[in-house]
């Protein structure tokens, strides 16, 4: 009896069509999603108002007893008791004057955070912009 010997031979070739198939896929979903991501905008610093120093802020204090005070670090670093209703009227003045005037609120650690949070409130919804936490660093 005569045995016949097959022989394999390794197929040393890659087989390319799936990936193409997959290729021409993702090319189509970023030709339909393309048109349709709006391009953003950045808004880089100008030459000049970079070189100009930042606005001192004005640091509106609250006290233990809830009492409010008003700080103007810009000249003579003046300090004055205010009620709520002087403290937007202050704020809104030196904003009208220079748009760019930060606030900060500095509280007593005893004073509890429903009050911080109310004399924000009370700024925000007044329309006084760029109002920040001053926090003590240790």
């Known amino acids: 009896m005569i045995q016949r010997r097959s022989k394999r031979r390794l197929m040393n070739e890659i087989n390319v069509v799936p990936y193409i198939d997959v290729m021409l896929v993702l090319l189509i979903i970023f030709m339909i999603t393309a048109p349709l991501i709006q ?4 808004e880089l610093p100008e030459i000049g108002k970079s070189s100009a120093p930042p606005a001192e802020p004005l640091e509106v204090m609250i006290a233990a007893n809830g009492n409010l005070t008003l700080r103007d670090r810009t000249g003579a670093g003046k300090e004055q008791q205010v009620d709520r209703n ?4 202050l704020i809104r003045a030196r904003q009208a004057q220079n748009t760019d005037q930060p606030v900060v609120i500095a509280a007593d650690k005893n004073v509890r955070y429903e009050e911080v949070i109310q ?7 007044q329309q006084i912009r760029k109002i920040g936490l001053l926090t003590k660093s240790k």
């Open 86 to 89: 002087q403290l937007v009227e």
């Open 119 to 125: 004399v924000m409130d009370l700024l925000q919804q």
């Open 39 to 42: 391009p953003s905008q950045i």
